[in-house]
């Protein structure tokens, strides 16, 4: 279980939850051996003896593939394009790197030269392009480190103090500045009947806090965010 860790765990119906992406579309991307070419990769927790289940990198990575084939990708060139670009890169979760664009076909590397020129790769075919080129959210609301990995991603777009992050309550969403779970809050805040004063004194944190974390909670049941 130490393993597990600071990794973050989302069920794919977790996942679905906060990104958006149907929890069977999930199954068959990562979870089941559904096509000759097998899942597009091995979800991190599954190493670590947890079946079925999706670590914060995963999570994102999903969500990656989800922008680049609602802007017309092909499934077949974004599993290219990962397999090149984990060669290239020598990293895990390739698509989740800040860099990455499309013009609606392809998975295209954009990349500043030495002499200044911006370079554009086309990351199926390993080929210098120019094309017009869209820049999916898959950055969108991620904080990366010095490596370019991802940290901390905020999920909801009209309110910053909520977080995910992989070291906090297990990847689940926090709401800030106290970190306490905004699943808790909610389900606290419906305990007592929708007394949000209540919530704040048995937690110890602000009014403010409480209502923004069952705002957040009653906008994503309901699937207010297009991720």
Request: glycine share 6%.
């Amino acid at each position: 279980m130490t393993a597990l860790v600071g990794i973050g765990l989302y069920s794919p119906k977790q996942a679905e939850r906060l990104i958006g992406v149907d929890a069977d579309k999930i199954r068959r991307w990562l979870l089941r051996d559904t096509s000759p070419a097998g899942p597009l990769w091995h979800p991190e927790p599954e190493a670590l003896g947890a079946e079925d289940t999706l670590s914060f990198k995963d999570l994102l990575e999903v969500r990656a593939v989800e922008q680049f084939r609602k802007h017309g990708v092909s499934m077949q060139t974004i599993r290219t394009a990962l397999a090149n670009l984990s060669e290239l890169m020598q990293r895990d979760y390739p698509l989740i790197h800040p860099q990455l664009v499309t013009d609606g076909r392809a998975v295209i590397l954009k990349a500043l030269k030495d002499n200044g020129d911006t370079s554009m790769t086309d990351l199926a075919k390993f080929q210098d392009v120019i094309t017009d080129v869209i820049a999916p959210s898959i950055k969108d609301r991620i904080t990366f480190d010095a490596s370019n990995n991802p940290i901390q991603w905020n999920p909801d777009p009209d309110d910053d103090s909520i977080v995910v992050n992989p070291k906090l309550a297990f990847g689940k969403p926090v709401i800030l500045p106290s970190h306490m779970s905004t699943h808790a809050i909610y389900s606290a805040f419906q305990a007592e009947g929708g007394d949000a004063e209540a919530v704040a004194r048995n937690f110890e944190i602000s009014l403010d806090e409480v209502n923004r974390a069952v705002n957040f909670e009653k906008r994503i049941a309901a699937g207010a965010f297009l991720h």
